[in-house]
């Protein structure tokens, strides 16, 4: 699989979680990549960036964009597509 590189200019780092229910999603995010675990296990690795606000990830097959807060500490899936 190829995992195509956003062209955006910011990054952020650490970890992001939501607990949903009976799970645990985490995305770790480091240098312009960005590895998800769920309930502790990895589940996916890919690449994002930052273009007007917006947090654009590319996770395995799955693009997804979601609003990130101004101070960059949680952000807002607004949609994902395979």
Do not use: H, P
Request: proline content about 0%.
């Amino acid at each position: 699989m190829k995992i195509r590189r956003f062209n955006c200019t910011k990054i952020i780092s650490g970890r992001y979680t939501a607990n949903l229910g009976v799970s645990k999603d985490t995305s770790v995010f480091k240098d312009d990549t960005v590895t998800e675990y769920q309930s502790n296990e990895k589940s996916g690795k890919g690449t994002y960036g930052i273009k007007d606000g917006d947090l654009k990830i590319k996770l395995n097959d799955t693009e997804i964009t979601a609003e990130l807060a101004k101070d960059k500490k949680s952000f807002k899936i607004e949609w994902a597509m395979r």
